[in-house]
């Protein structure tokens, strides 16, 4: 049995969403964002990456979680969460936003189906709406949607694979799948699911209220 752990990076400051907390930590559903998120991986080794002003805030909710100081970028926080796994016997892990909090048992499930086969999979929703650019409130053309996907989390991988391409990596990456390809790994993509949004900006909080409920 492969040892899979869960990295759940919670360090950022949610500049688009706004409000008196970073995203992660405002209330959904009666517990913070990264709470829910931290609950989807309770079956797995968890490591928690906070921003250090959040101590406190994680303290009370990461459990048997390990918290990691993450840095000022996404994928300086994702190193240091795979540093923090080190030495651990870690075998696959799955690296997921804190801000994505209704992540489903299906997709954590095909992502790890997709790992028994692949160095990298992730999970992504493939773009059906048609496709524009657009300047100045008008529409100045469209773009084919022929194989455009939206990219989801948990993004999953062999450790020893990720881990090295983060090292190689020069930075500014958007997700951990972007620095594994630059490392030359191929990426299989697996089914996403429409609810796991990334909390992003103030409405999205409402959706995901609205999504949660929809789960009662
Ligand atoms: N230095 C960073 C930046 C981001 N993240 C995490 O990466 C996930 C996705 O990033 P994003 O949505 O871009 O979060 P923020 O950087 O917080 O948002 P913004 O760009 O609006 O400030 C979030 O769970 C966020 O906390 C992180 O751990 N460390
Ligand atoms: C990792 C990610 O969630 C994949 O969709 C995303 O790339 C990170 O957030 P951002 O909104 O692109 O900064």
Do not use: C
Request: proline share 3%; charged share 20%.
């Amino acid at each position: 049995m492969h040892q899979t752990a869960a990295l759940i990076v919670a360090a950022g400051r949610g500049t688009r969403a706004g409000g008196e907390l970073p995203k992660q930590w405002q209330m959904l559903a009666g517990q913070p964002v990264v709470a829910h998120a931290l609950a989807a991986f309770a079956a797995f080794r968890r490591v928690l990456v906070i921003h250090p002003d959040d101590r406190a805030r994680a303290n009370a909710i990461a459990g048997d979680a390990v918290i990691v100081e993450g840095g000022a970028t996404r994928d300086a926080s994702v190193l240091a969460g795979l540093r923090a796994l080190q030495g651990m016997g870690v075998a696959r892990v799955l690296i997921h936003d804190g801000a994505r909090p209704l992540v489903s048992q299906a997709v954590i499930a095909r992502v790890l189906a997709a790992l028994d086969h692949h160095l990298a999979a992730a999970p992504a929703v493939a773009v059906s709406d048609a496709l524009w650019t657009g300047e100045n409130g008008l529409v100045t053309g469209t773009r084919d949607r022929t194989g455009l996907y939206r990219a989801q989390t948990p993004q999953g991988f062999r450790y020893d694979a990720i881990l090295a391409a983060h090292l190689a990596h020069k930075g500014g990456a958007a997700d951990d799948v972007e620095v594994a390809r630059a490392a030359g790994l191929d990426v299989a993509i697996v089914e996403g699911d429409e609810d796991n949004i990334k909390l992003t900006w103030p409405a999205d909080f409402v959706r995901a209220a609205r999504l949660l409920k929809g789960r009662d």
